[in-house]
């Protein structure tokens, strides 16, 4: 260690108020554990934190339960500040395992440091909160930086050098490529270039964190440039002048209100955040990705390189002035869509004959509460805007308990990559509408929707399907599959990430008839360009978990992995979000122990704490909104309790008539395949039915059922598990409707 150093730590030990800038550097793990069916794939990495400072190495893999890690970190610090070090064994997707960690003062490593390596045996804590020996051992070096100023500038220099050692690794632009001038012009370069943009993305991401709808994109730009923008380097004069108009549009962050500023001009803030995820995905697959230059050199459009990267300055710019000059912004993102020489031409072909699921589309408004699933969604995140590669799992496969919470996160995926508009397709089966909604028309749907993102997907697909209208309206799933998504997909060009979501898999059909497209997916899945993403939602059902358990493209997540303390934080929003407002709970349970009370009682399912909050709110039926809550938390835990009390709160079971009445309307309404609403349901009753006899009965169903009040729209279950408890199965169970099963139930002739 120098004698500068030590100096700096005296000056450290005698005032230990001042503030010193630290380096940590050469960390070695020794004693690595081998966990995983692969033990030798394991990759480690070592997160540091000082105050609230958080650095992480790369993920390396362990020779022989070992690992080197070679970056150096920079804090600002107090002697008193403590240096937190935790180890974990990272995972591609998932949560990632802690292995263990230590903690020390600044001034105990600095003085340890000066005689050398300092050496620490990681800890972890037992459910009883005591210390565990873990055996694996982890040195480091520390030092006292002298005569620095700034933590954040030696950091981004450290990036900088980090990344020149990969630099030889990139795969260079055919003939578009300029010469490299040397190491010390390009370091410069890559200094000066990326730098600012970078610091000031950061800056952007952590000052609209607040803003729901902003936060998720800047987050998303910033972690894709982050890891990628660098180790392009100055590859290409034009990308280079890309850059620093991305820098100049961000340059406003610098402003002394600027929260102000983007609280009233949130839509281009908004389209700022994506617009530059947008350049990311475009400089990403430009400066790394080898399927990129496949594509182009196949489909000759290299001339237009230029001119999309015009496109996309042209764009930051008119957000730039929309910003300063406070205008109202009517214009989208600008995309990166590389189109060969066809691009201008009209494609005369009709593609309406092709089977498509009306109304499957995703529903914004059934997405997560903001503040909610935040790790689960960044986690999917995460995968869909991973490189392309063969490693990158193709689908994202999220199963769990009904009531669990999966088509929420399913939409607001969807909605998220919509506004992106990289969302491919999304398709949402329904038990309720499997009529219109089935696996025959599912692929169909999907590449119909990625025509209209693609313009080269759409000449394929009409190509195909050209003067042969038999294979336009098959049915076929097999068919479907490779005519629909595989020839059209060999002509796809468009760079980044296309999502497509398919939500409640298990709703599509029966077992025996969904069992083609499982197979198809599970199979096809890998002969798709690795930039095509699914993410499925479905019930753990075994004919679906067996048909995408093993695969190596297909990665599965159960909902019950979610930590226990965060689902509970979820659902804690959520009522409190629902019921916060209803007069008369806190009076009953002060300082939100009702809150409590409905966390335990939904054992963890968002689905019964949506309809628990649905139920307390409706006005109808002579209960108080503090006699609702206490009996749904008396009715005990589950789904099936749950409805049979809203139920019984919605009629008087001992009442002949009301009973009556209920299994004529509920019986037709569940012997309905297709939905209809209210006003069809009175059209086609018997005569001498009251008029309002529907009506009547379905209006206090508003917890369950949507339609209820509005009689021209679809009666339909809020949830497929409601029409489930409905099912012969069970109703000897449920008390309430055991008196359907024993009456004749006919359904309508539609």
Known sequence: MSTGALNVHTVALES???????????????????????????????????????????????????ASWTERFYFDALGSSVLECRVHIKHKIGSDDFIGGTKD??????????????????????????????????????????????????????????????????????????????????????????????????????????????????KMAWSILAATIIAQADRDDCIVHLVQVMDDVYSFVKEAEPMKKIESHRRIVALMAQQTTECAYFIRDYAMNKNFWERALKNSFMSDVDSKIKQYEDKLKELKMAFQDRAILQTGITVSRIM?????????????????????????????????????????????????????????????VAGSGKSAIAHAIAHLFDQQMRLGS?????????????????????????????????????????????????????????????????????????????????????EVSRKTLLDVLAKGISDLPSNLRFLITARPERDIVNAFGGNQHIFCKHM???????????IALFIESQLSGVYGIELEWPNKHWCHMLIKSSGGLFQWASTACRAIKETRGGLRPTERLS???????????LYVEVLHQAFDTEDDTVMSRFRSVMGKILATKIPVSISTHSELRADDDPADLVELIVQSLGSLLSGVNRPHIPIRALHASFFEIQSVANLITWTLLITIARSPCHAYEL
Not at 459 to 481: A, D, M, P, W
Request: aromatic share 6%; proline share 5%.
């Open 631 to 641: 009996r749904f938390v008396s009715s005990g835990r589950g789904l099936d309790a």
């Open 426 to 510: 999304s398709y949402c089966f329904d038990r309720g509408d499997q009529v219109n909604r089935r696996p025959s028309n599912l692929l169909s749907t999907i590449s119909l929707n990625i025509a209209d993102l693609d313009q080269n997907w759409k000449t394929c697909l009409c190509n195909t399907i050209k003067g042969n209208r038999s294979l336009c309206t098959t049915l076929s799933v097999t068919e479907q599959f490779k005519k629909f998504i595989l020839e059209p997909a060999k002509a796809l060009t468009t760079g980044g990430p296309i999502l497509i979501v398919i939500d409640a898999m298990d709703e599509s059909a029966e």
């Open 105 to 218: 003062t600044i001034d105990s490593l600095l003085t340890e440091g000066a005689a050398g390596v300092v050496t620490r045996e990681l800890c972890k804590f037992d459910a009883h909160g005591n210390p565990c020996k873990t055996q694996t051992i982890i040195e480091l070096t520390i030092a006292a930086v002298p005569k620095a100023s700034d933590a954040g500038v030696l950091n981004m220099e450290e990036a900088i050098t980090q990344q020149m050692n990969v630099l030889g690794c990139m795969i260079p632009a055919p003939s578009l490529v300029k010469p490299i001038q040397g190491a010390v012009d390009m370091s410069a370069t890559v200094s000066a270039t990326w730098g600012p943009l970078l610091q000031k993305i950061k800056l952007f991401s952590e000052l609209v964190d607040s803003i729901a709808e902003i936060h998720p994109y800047a």
């Open 340 to 400: 060969d020489n066809l691009e201008s031409l009209a494609l005369d072909f009709d593609l309406s004959d092709m089977p498509y699921a009306k109304g499957a589309r995703y529903d914004p408004d059934k997405g997560c509460l903001p503040g909610t699933r935040e790790a689960i969604i960044e986690e999917i995140t995460q995968w869909v805007n991973s490189p392309d590669g063969d490693n990158v799992s193709r689908i994202f496969f999220l199963s769990g």
């Open 16 to 66: 230990p108020s001042a503030t010193i800038v630290v380096n940590v550097k050469d960390i070695n793990g020794r004693n690595l554990p081998n966990n995983g069916f692969f033990k030798r794939l394991d990759k480690f990495y070592v997160e540091l934190v000082i105050d609230g400072q958080l650095k992480h190495t790369k993920s390396h893999t362990a020779k022989g339960n070992a």
């Open 560 to 570: 019950s992995t979610i930590d226990e303390a965060s689902n509970d934080a979820d």
